[in-house]
């Protein structure tokens, strides 16, 4: 792996200089696909790409040694069944698994906070599922530094960290990402993995579709005394689902959707006060808690980009869409775009078409775009059907889940969506 420098991929020197210019910017790489941003998604992506035979250059502007930093900072993910499929093809899974949490059972309820929530009205069990279960849970820099530690190991693969890209040329033979030192990037296809505020997405005109909600994702980890066997809970409050997910050791990770200005105060406040206000909703049904790690912060938003491709790009990730935290799908569906566009331009390469051709870029827009608008639209619903406290919809909720909780078919079939595992999966995805 280049380290951060300038340096070529292989096949450099294939689209030639820039020419018009009186001091060429020296190009940096090139390869068949340059990748913007080098979180979980490009990073996930690059592997994918180089299954199929494919080169490609990451570029980020977070020094190495920072990205692959392993302190525990208290940010966790529900990894589902099918990205963990994908995280062991591509060779990465064995590293996270010594630090990944399965969940056993999810239980979800109904309260307000200070009081004991409601009798639950719905358990998803695991063994309903067979062996492979819902998924694991594991902390975000685990699951970053496996992903960026086989891309160092990974032919193919160039990773310019501490590069950002800060421009970006698209005609009709050739991408070019301008880094912020003025050398470029040269590819066939460029990709936005840039994360939610996509400069990738906005230089090239695409608009988008969504709000903010006036709502914050806290997130912290707590300590605790007593086993928590694997099980999560979500319980829905007024202001938000509050969520303990179980992380290894005598650990969960929460994730306290509160309104925004509550969020603020509570950003302010000491960790006493902050703890204090974690046992009023979480209870006592662990022991006594402790924060293990730093406390975060995200405002909410949804967004979707109105197209996930244009000439010679493609987005990919929270720079394609960018949901509400209440399923924990966010990461699992950057995932399902990266196997599914690798899979659709390495087999566009074999067939010797180009990879940045319009025909083949629709193929990932048909796949991803449809799927991602209803994950969108399901998430946006399921939160204002339950961030309230209007009484008579509190009730109805409760009847409806508690009916549903019953029904095993549907039950099941909620609990296979959430694992990931449906027929329209790339193959990388497919048990
Ligand atoms: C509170 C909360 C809880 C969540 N829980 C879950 C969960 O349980 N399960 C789940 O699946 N998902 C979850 N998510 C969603 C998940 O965090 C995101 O979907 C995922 O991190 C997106 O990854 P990404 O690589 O697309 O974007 P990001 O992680 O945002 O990475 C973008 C990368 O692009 C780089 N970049 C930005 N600008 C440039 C530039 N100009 N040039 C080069 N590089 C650039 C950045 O440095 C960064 O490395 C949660 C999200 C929140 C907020």
Same mark, same amino acid.
């Given at each position: 792996m280049m380290d951060g420098a300038l340096s070529s991929a292989p096949g450099a020197g294939r689209f030639g200089q820039a020419k018009n210019s009186e001091q060429p910017s020296p190009i940096a790489a090139e390869a068949?696909?340059?990748?913007?941003?080098?979180?979980?998604?490009?990073?996930?992506?690059?592997?994918?790409?180089?299954?199929?035979?494919?080169?490609?250059?990451?570029?980020?502007? @977070?020094?190495?040694?920072?990205?692959?930093?392993? +302190?525990?900072? #208290?940010?966790?993910? !529900? &990894?589902?069944?099918?990205?963990? /499929?994908?995280?062991?093809?591509?060779?990465?899974?064995?590293?996270?698994?010594?630090?990944?949490?399965?969940?056993?059972?999810?239980?979800?309820?109904?309260?307000?906070?200070?009081?004991?929530?409601?009798?639950?009205?719905?358990?998803?069990?695991?063994?309903?599922?067979?062996?492979?279960?819902?998924?694991?849970?594991?902390?975000?820099?685990?699951?970053?530094?496996?992903?960026?530690?086989k891309v160092a190991h990974t032919p193919g693969v160039i990773h310019l960290h501490g590069k950002a890209v800060v421009a970006s040329r698209r005609d009709p033979y050739c991408a070019t990402a301008?880094?912020?030192?003025?050398?470029? @990037?040269?590819?066939?296809?460029?990709?936005?993995? +840039?994360?939610? #505020?996509?400069?990738? !997405? &906005?230089?090239?005109?695409?608009? /988008?579709?969504?709000?903010?909600y006036d709502q914050v994702g806290l997130v912290c980890a707590v300590r605790h005394e007593k086993p928590h066997r694997g099980v999560a809970h979500e319980l829905f409050l007024p202001s938000g689902p509050f969520a303990i997910l179980p992380l290894t050791g005598e650990r969960c990770s929460l994730v306290w959707t509160e309104r925004a200005e509550m969020a603020e105060s509570l950003r302010n406040a000491s960790d006493e006060v902050y703890l204090g206000e974690i046992r009023r909703r979480f209870g006592d049904f662990l022991g006594p808690l402790t924060l293990a790690?730093?406390?975060?912060?995200?405002?909410?938003?949804?967004?979707?980009?109105?197209?996930?491709?244009?000439?010679?790009?493609?987005?990919?990730?929270?720079?394609?869409?960018?949901?509400h935290p209440i399923a924990g799908q966010g990461m699992n569906y950057g995932m399902r775009d990266a196997a599914a566009l690798a899979e659709v331009v390495g087999r566009a390469a074999r067939l010797g078409?180009?990879?940045?051709?319009?025909?083949?870029?629709?193929?990932?827009?048909?796949?991803?775009?449809?799927?991602?608008?209803?994950?969108?639209?399901?998430?946006?619903?399921?939160?204002?059907?339950?961030?309230?406290?209007?009484?008579?919809?509190?009730?109805?909720?409760r009847i409806g889940l508690a009916a549903f909780g019953n029904m095993g078919p549907l039950r099941r079939t909620a609990m296979r969506f959430a694992a990931g595992d449906r027929s329209d999966l790339p193959s990388l995805m497919r048990g």
């Open positions: 068949d696909v340059a990748i913007v941003g080098g979180g979980a998604v490009g990073a996930a992506l690059a592997l994918c790409l180089a299954r199929q035979g494919l080169t490609s250059v990451i570029c980020d502007p @977070v020094p190495l040694e920072a990205s692959m930093a392993m +302190d525990f900072d #208290g940010r966790a993910y !529900a &990894v589902a069944l099918a990205t963990r /499929r994908m995280l062991r093809k591509l060779g990465v899974w064995e590293a996270i698994i010594p630090n990944a949490q399965p969940i056993e059972d999810i239980l979800v309820s109904d309260g307000r906070v200070g009081e004991r929530a409601a009798p639950l009205f719905l358990h998803f069990d695991r063994r309903e599922l067979g062996p492979d279960g819902f998924g694991h849970m594991v902390e975000d820099h685990i699951i970053r530094a496996a992903l960026l530690n301008i880094l912020d030192n003025g050398a470029l @990037v040269k590819a066939r296809l460029l990709v936005g993995c +840039d994360g939610r #505020g996509s400069r990738i !997405a &906005v230089e090239a005109g695409i608009d /988008r579709a969504g709000w903010r790690g730093k406390r975060w912060a995200y405002p909410l938003n949804l967004t979707v980009a109105q197209s996930f491709v244009a000439s010679r790009l493609a987005l990919a990730g929270d720079s394609a869409r960018g949901i078409e180009d990879i940045g051709a319009p025909t083949v870029l629709e193929r990932y827009e048909q796949w991803r775009r449809p799927d991602s608008v209803m994950i969108a639209t399901a998430t946006d619903g399921l939160n204002r059907l339950f961030s309230n406290d209007f009484e008579p919809l509190r009730w109805a909720r």
